[in-house]
């Protein structure tokens, strides 16, 4: 029997629902494999050890009780180091918060764990979701599992890596602009971001409010599927949407690839220097779709090209709010001072990295009186016309396809010191970002190296259901997500 990890969600549930093999077991068996392998990729920062062998054994006993088990019983889940979990650190990879204990538990993990899922650890990520590598962390990189001298991607980089290393077979993550997607292309496993709202953030660590959205990484768009029985209305979180988490399930047997409709990005839409072998991939996936029967035609977004910059005004000028809360004083990394002003300058000079530093100086320019239109403002009317760009899109088509990343997993250390080098990481996945939509990246190639390469479907709101069954019906007719790295 294959390591519980390398076993897709899907079947380690129905194992453990007919008595196969009992929650405890695959539980143990997948922290064993965390401790014996974690630290050459650095995917965990913890792992919960104590808390997630009781649920397997309660999950255990329900099913000896004779109780139906729910849909995810006894699969090992990861959760970014952003979710709040009662009782554990949720440290956001930052000093800051490095012993900040969670009072109470994330909306999306309590319903995770009512669905059967045992939570084993919290994963790596970059400091407060701000990074595309996750070197970011105040703790550790990660590496990337096809080759450790690469970055993961980022932010949840420990998330995606986790996935593809084995180490568990499902992780939760948080996507701001990219930081689901672009890590599961670079790792080689399928991760999807949400409407905005479909799930709720209470109990994630906030960074860019109008944009933070839980997701989840895995190797099939089916083990996502079931994972995403946890949305629906949170009345603690007054921006989830009124909608049954049925509407997010992909229709399983209905074939999507005959009449799908997918419009492809023009090359003009967005510069961000696209890596050929790369753009080789994504051409050989579409031949692939014109084979499977769908009709794919060309597609526009004219105010694409300026989604990085209104992002980054946008995201840095709604951290610079968020992270205020961070003083020393209530809570967070607390060296003391003379005086309060000392206190607060010493807490933030050294409980902040220098990337939200930067951020935070930037969203505070960009906010100050004299600027605030000029720049912020700006910024959001712009937001407005991407918007606009892709709802005309989707007036011809019912997807939009693009590459997730520009380019494969990079060298360690290579982008670190070049801050435009690093933000153009993003810049395919912050356009639906801004707008608010559904996006899922799945595996469509590799490089000759062996590295990774991700497409990205981008669909209209609350069309979950559409972009799992596209990417299922991808899965069935091809093997890119069935490789594994060496250990």
């Not at 023009?266 to 579409?286: H, M």
Request: net charge negative; with cysteine; proline share 6%.
């Amino acid at each position: 029997m294959p390591a519980p990890a390398f076993r897709s969600c899907v079947e380690i549930a129905h194992t453990v629902r007919d008595g196969g093999c009992r929650a405890t077991e695959v539980v143990a068996e997948c922290l064993a494999d965390i401790a014996a392998r974690n630290d050459s990729i650095g995917a965990f920062v913890e792992t919960f050890g104590d808390t997630a062998l009781l649920d397997a054994e309660a999950i255990d006993a329900a099913r000896a009780r004779g109780q139906t088990l729910p849909p995810l019983a006894g699969v090992p889940i990861a959760i970014k180091d952003n979710f709040l979990v009662s009782g554990k650190i949720a440290a956001c990879g930052s000093k800051m918060l490095a012993e900040f204990r969670a009072p109470y538990t994330a909306t999306v993990v309590a319903r995770l764990r009512e669905l059967g899922a045992v939570v084993i650890g919290r994963t790596n990520m970059d400091e407060f979701g701000m990074g595309s590598s996750t070197e970011r962390s105040a703790f550790f990189p990660t590496k990337n599992p096809w080759d450790r001298s690469r970055v993961p991607g980022g932010s949840s980089g420990g998330a995606a890596a986790a996935v593809a290393s084995g180490l568990c077979p499902l992780s939760l993550g948080s996507d701001t602009g990219g930081s689901v997607r672009q890590p599961a292309a670079l790792c080689g496993v399928t991760g999807l971001k949400p409407t905005y709202g479909r799930l709720s953030r209470y109990g994630l660590v906030a960074y860019a409010s109008s944009l933070d959205c839980p997701g989840f990484l895995a190797r099939t768009a089916k083990d996502i599927d079931l994972a995403m029985h946890v949305a629906g209305l949170d009345p603690r979180d007054a921006t989830t949407l009124d909608a049954p988490a049925a509407e997010c399930a992909l229709a399983i047997g209905l074939d999507e690839a005959a009449s799908l409709r997918i419009g492809c990005l023009c090359d003009e839409a967005i510069e961000c220097g696209i890596d050929q072998e790369a753009q080789r991939a994504f051409d050989a996936a579409l031949d692939c779709w014109r084979s499977l029967r769908a009709n794919i035609a060309p597609v526009h977004l004219p105010h694409a090209q300026h989604a990085i910059a209104a992002y980054y005004l946008i995201a840095s000028a709604e951290a610079s709010s968020n992270l205020a809360r961070y003083d020393g004083i209530r809570y967070g990394h607390s060296p003391g001072g003379r005086t309060l002003e000392e206190a607060v300058t010493s807490a933030r000079s050294e409980g902040f990295g220098p990337e939200v530093q930067l951020r935070i100086l930037l969203g505070a320019h960009a906010l100050q009186h004299g600027y605030h239109d000029e720049l912020y403002g700006h910024a959001t009317r712009v937001r407005r016309l991407v918007a606009d760009d892709f709802a005309a899109a989707f007036a011809q088509c019912d997807v939009i396809a693009m590459l997730t990343s520009p380019a494969p997993a990079f060298p360690l250390g290579s982008r670190i010191d070049d801050p435009v080098a690093m933000y153009s990481c993003d810049a395919l996945t912050v356009p639906a970002s801004l707008a608010g939509l559904p996006a899922i990246s799945f595996p469509c190639g590799f490089t000759k190296d062996g590295l990774p390469i991700g497409m990205q479907f981008v669909a209209p709101p609350r069309r979950e259901g559409l972009l799992l069954a596209a990417a299922h019906a991808w899965q069935l007719a091809t093997d890119w997500h069935l490789r594994r790295p060496g250990r």
